[in-house]
């Protein structure tokens, strides 16, 4: 017994084990966590199965290719949302050309060189700002500023999705960033690396996976905003492979424009293009994740 009592194995197993009631805090709280991500599931799978359900039928080729028609129109077989999807793809991916950069910029300015200055503070207090501002708001400031003097195009829309998803990018990359062990940073000053040194490729290694993570749930935001597009890129039912003249179209304003029909065809047509739409951020999630555990492996 004695020997057993000082076995120091024995003596770490029964400190790292929780015993009587630790361990079953630890089980109610585990069983709670389980509890919580299953209700949270409830209502994605509902919303899931509704829209395969209604909008499944609606899907094809010839839907993803041809070109849009009018709410009020009656399919006669050749209906489609190819001018949505393709306006979608330009005016999100436009937006996240400019809103990724900048925001994982100014996260980084703020976690490694801000400090306390008042440039710094000043950031930080707009983005959290920006990220309660409501979309529309966003879209009557670019309608202002631009659609007035320049006239409606996507580019306007991107603009609209840019501020949208600036403050999401900048919140969580700075979150990501803090997380980022001190040791790391300290282990390569040492070496004798200089900030910007340190800062690209051991900082932002290490919290890559939480950096596209975030522009991820900034770029399905901004994929699914109606209101801001309303007053940027009118509503058009031919595809404008221009971004930067005429107006445009995109998956949200046809969801918006077909779910208010009273033709059953829209109505369909609107269940598609939410389908599409979803399916859309789903592919570009995966891709994002490949590229990102490709990259990690590498730099590894």
Known sequence: ????????????????????????KNQIMTAGMWLAFVIVLIPLGFVLVTLIAKGADAISWQFLTNSTIPPNVLPLGVDGMGAAVV???E????AA?????????????????????????????MSSVMTGVPSIVMGLFIYIIWVLHFGYSGMAGSF???????????????EMLRLVPDSL?????????????????????AALSGIVSGALLAVARAAGETAPLIFTI???????????????TSLPLQIFSNAQSAYVGANARAWGAALTLVAITFILMIVARIITALFTRNTR
């Not at 005016?91 to 436009?94: L, Y």
């Not at 940073?185 to 290694?205: C, D, E, F, H, N």
């Open 1 to 24: 017994m004695m020997a057993a009592a000082s076995d120091p194995l024995a003596q770490a197993v029964d400190l790292r084990e929780p015993s009587g009631w630790r361990r079953s």
């Open 234 to 248: 009118l509503t058009v039912e031919q595809t404008n492979p221009n971004l930067f003249s005429g107006p445009d």
């Open 87 to 89: 306006g979608t793809l």
């Open 91 to 94: 005016i999100t991916g436009f």
């Open 185 to 205: 940073r300290q282990g390569s000053y040492a070496l004798g690396a200089t900030k910007a040194r340190v800062t690209l490729t051991v900082v932002l290694p």
């Open 160 to 174: 609209a999705l840019a501020c949208l998803m600036l403050p999401i990018v900048i919140r969580s990359s700075y």
């Open 97 to 125: 050309l400019l809103a990724i950069p900048l925001g994982v910029l100014g996260a980084v300015y703020l976690n490694e060189y801000g400090g306390n200055g008042i440039l710094a503070r000043l950031i930080s207090f």
